[in-house]
């Protein structure tokens, strides 16, 4: 409600999918519906991150690249996540992996990536990020978010 008090024409909620065996997108219109009955304010989209907001950041591998001195990225794990296969690798393991010296670290690894990520690079391997740039209306992903 204070979002639309400030001129907000929707709500996006972002959830991690993580273990979870149901249909994203079943899961997803559930907790809408849900939203929508508890505030019917705002129109409530919900997008599952498919398993965990790792498996986004592991997406533009190139992010990772771009930072020698922190990530090694190996052709094994390009093969993991390229073509279109990003939310379905285990992302953390991977990254924990590819972390040169010391450990990964949740927060400031991701603000790392993030920086250098190439929002069109990720999406090409992630369809669940695409599905967030759908409903962000991203107009290269406002008709589909099915295919990169």
Not at 29 to 57: H, S, T
Not at 114 to 120: L, P
Request: glycine share 2%; aromatic share 4%.
């Amino acid at each position: 409600m204070i979002a639309a008090g400030q001129g907000a024409d929707a709500a996006v909620v972002l959830l991690d999918r993580e273990q979870q065996d149901a249909c994203p997108g079943r899961i997803a219109r559930d907790i809408a519906a849900a939203l929508m009955r508890a505030c019917a304010v705002l129109p409530a989209y919900v997008v599952l991150k498919n398993r965990c907001f790792e498996n986004w950041l592991v997406a533009d591998l190139g992010a990772l690249l771009a930072q020698p001195s922190r990530f090694e990225v190996t052709s094994a794990m390009r093969k993991k996540v390229e073509p279109n296969k990003a939310d379905q690798c285990d992302a953390i393991a991977l990254l924990k992996k590819s972390v040169i010296e010391d450990q990964y670290e949740k927060v400031r690894d991701s603000v790392r990536i993030c920086s250098k990520m190439d929002v069109a690079v990720a999406a090409r391997h992630s369809r669940s990020f695409r599905h967030l740039l759908h409903v962000l209306e991203d107009p290269a992903y406002l008709s589909q978010c099915r295919l990169p």
